[in-house]
């Protein structure tokens, strides 16, 4: 499958050419925009849930501060950096969209069937971003634990790229979100360690899905 593979710029005339491509990206681009509308009432229902806390010996040994900003800034700084290598390469961008539906789909399967209470020294989680564009009236998410988002989403631009060199910088990026969403107390750390596996398994998934 050497356009959903490779790493070197793909053109987009050469992908739209075909049928099988443009239903797919149509398909995924329904999917996504139809998750919209669900997900708000999904992560209420999360919230309004009481759940199970736990013990988590790991997280005991780490200083709690509040490191929104630089969590962030990685967080969109990694984003930008990988739609920058994926809107040339449509094949790998076509993966990447199905991965992070999947990805989705898989995180909300969890959150649905392990109910969780955060841990007790939790200091909330403020994107500068968001915060600043949308007004926050309602009560913050914090009971969508099991398994990270930032850590998986990291984790799957990660693997959305190509090379050594993208999969190191970006891998040591997502275990930098992965610690300051500890410290930040917003995480168990069993929370953060599965993340990487979700990430995966959505990104195997979705090499079948768009596989030519």
């Known amino acids: ?35 919209l509308p669900v997900v708000p009432g999904f992560y209420h229902f999360i919230q309004s849930r009481p759940g199970q806390l736990l013990a988590d010996p790991l997280l005991a040994l780490l200083p709690a501060h509040d490191v929104s900003v630089p969590t962030f800034a990685l967080i969109y700084g990694a984003i930008a950096a990988t739609l920058a290598y ?35 020294t939790l200091l909330p989680l403020h994107d500068p971003v968001m915060d600043h564009l949308f007004a926050v009236t309602t009560q913050p998410i914090v009971r969508d634990l099991f398994f990270s988002g930032h850590t998986a989403t990291m984790a799957l631009l990660a693997l959305a790229g190509r090379g050594r060199r ?47």
């Open 86 to 120: 994926l809107l040339p390469r449509p094949q790998l961008l076509l993966r990447a969209l199905w991965a992070y539906y999947l990805l989705q789909l898989l995180r909300m399967a969890t959150l649905w069937l392990l109910p969780l209470e955060p841990p007790s």
């Open 1 to 35: 499958m050497p356009h959903a593979e490779s790493g070197k710029p793909q053109k987009w005339p050469q992908a739209w050419a075909q049928t099988s491509f443009r239903l797919r990206l149509g398909l995924i681009a329904a999917l996504l925009l139809g998750l």
């Open 166 to 212: 993208w999969r190191t910088a970006l891998g040591l990026l997502t275990g930098a979100v992965g610690l300051l969403v500890l410290v930040q107390r917003v995480h168990y750390s069993y929370d953060v360690l599965a993340a990487p596996f979700f990430a995966w398994g959505a990104y195997w998934l979705a090499g079948r899905v768009t596989r030519q």
